[in-house]
């Protein structure tokens, strides 16, 4: 799994307060990856950060932003949580060159 | 952007039997194209892969085609156990780094 831990693994937030979820990897990959798991649309990509510093939208970023300050650590924020934001995330990270992406264990969500 | 289909959304087979997972994508350029096995709570991890070069490629009991006239690739599990119970996901890119899952597809495997 490429040493990728996810926190926290459980929540339980109310509707429009803040959250941040962090995604940390060990294996020095370039690229990391959130993503958002619903019943019949699988993996759906948020973001996506290619640097340090440099990230860029997914097919579903609206009420997400991202950070990536060092190599290892990848954080999701939503500003302002919705209920249409309850889901199961996944964070991957992937090496380049021809590598496979990893996913982490996922962390649960859930906005009331 | 690239968009993939997946079917069936649920398989049963009895142990022993094959299970075949079928995915269709959108854009021609797309030239690699994994198959994801996710296990009830984990996350998703790669079972095999293929490029668009390779036709066919066969892991053990596990084996994908690529059509790429016709745009679908197949996931082939032969000889299923138990353990191959679980979500699979198949994916398409074409930039390596940026990957379009299908919906995935629930195989239970009936002993």
């Known amino acids: 799994d490429a040493g990728i831990t996810q926190s926290p693994r459980h929540k339980v937030t109310e509707t429009g307060t803040p959250v941040t979820l962090r995604c940390h990897q060990t294996e020095n990959h370039r690229y990391m990856y959130w993503y958002r798991q619903d019943p019949g649309h699988g993996l759906r990509l948020i973001h996506y950060?290619?640097?340090?510093?440099?990230?860029d939208k997914g097919e579903v970023s609206d009420g997400y932003s991202v950070s990536r300050s060092k190599t290892e650590d990848f954080l999701l924020t939503l500003e302002s949580a919705t209920s249409s934001q309850t889901s199961v995330y996944f964070c991957?990270?992937?090496?380049?060159?021809?590598?496979?992406?990893?996913f982490g264990p996922g962390t649960r969500l859930t906005v009331t | 952007g690239e968009n993939v289909e997946q079917h069936p959304s649920t398989l049963s087979v009895q142990e022993g039997d094959s299970a075949v997972i079928k995915c269709t994508y959108s854009?021609?350029?797309?030239?690699?194209f994994p198959w994801y096995k996710q296990e009830l709570g984990k996350g998703p991890q790669l079972i095999i892969d293929i490029r668009s070069n390779v036709g066919e490629k066969k892991d053990q009991r596990i084996a994908v085609t690529l059509n790429k006239t016709a745009k679908h690739f197949s996931l082939h599990i032969t000889e299923t156990q138990p353990e191959d119970s679980a979500v699979y996901f198949c994916a398409a890119s074409i930039v390596n780094y940026k990957l379009s899952f299908g919906a995935g597809t629930t195989v239970t495997v009936r002993a």
């Open positions: 950060s290619y640097g340090v510093k440099d990230t």
């Open positions: 854009d021609s350029a797309s030239n690699y």
């Open positions: 991957a990270s992937y090496p380049g060159q021809g590598g496979e992406q990893y």
